[in-house]
């Protein structure tokens, strides 16, 4: 319900960033590095538009055309924290199911440290969506108490 105050995090420029390679074993965990790299290319010299779409070039997919669960993509802590240090970061977006995998764990630090400053995609078709900055347009159905909610993400 707090993030509905502030409609802009639904909203706005956005980077929809590709790493190159396949570091699935089955765990990719985007380090602090690969991150940097990986925006700094898409960028192309231009500022952080405050909005970031993680995947990777030709992630697996299901049956369904999505991101395989068993394919992990996930920001390590310090990947996390730098996207953090973004004075105008407010949304994070990844083609796999969850922002974090600590499995039999309630713990999920990644999710925690994201939610500081901004909100959090899942399971985006990013598959056919080139690197480079669009529009986001991506307003969640407004339901009381939820700590989730659908959302229809459209990039112009």
């Known amino acids: 319900d707090e993030y509905f105050k502030s409609p ?3 909203y706005g420029p ?3 960033v590709k790493l190159s390679g396949n570091q699935y074993n089955p765990h990719w965990e985007v380090t602090k590095a690969e991150l940097e790299s990986a925006l700094t ?15 990777s070039e030709n992630y697996p997919e299901n049956d369904h055309d999505y991101h395989k669960p068993e394919c992990i993509l996930t920001l390590s802590q310090e990947a996390a924290d730098y996207l953090c240090t973004f004075s ?3 949304l994070y977006g990844t083609s796999w199911k969850s922002s974090d995998y600590k499995p039999g764990s309630p713990d999920r630090p990644i999710h925690k440290t994201l939610f500081s ?16 900055i669009y529009f986001l347009s991506s307003f969640p159905l407004k339901i009381k108490g939820a700590s989730e909610s659908p959302a229809c993400p459209v990039l112009f």
């Open 117 to 132: 400053k901004a909100v959090i995609l899942e399971c985006l078709n990013l598959q056919k969506v080139p690197e480079g």
């Open 41 to 55: 290319r898409a960028l192309k010299g231009k500022a952080f538009p405050g909005k970031i779409l993680l995947t």
């Open 14 to 16: 956005t980077i929809v």
């Open 88 to 90: 105008n970061f407010n």
């Open 8 to 10: 802009e995090f639904f």
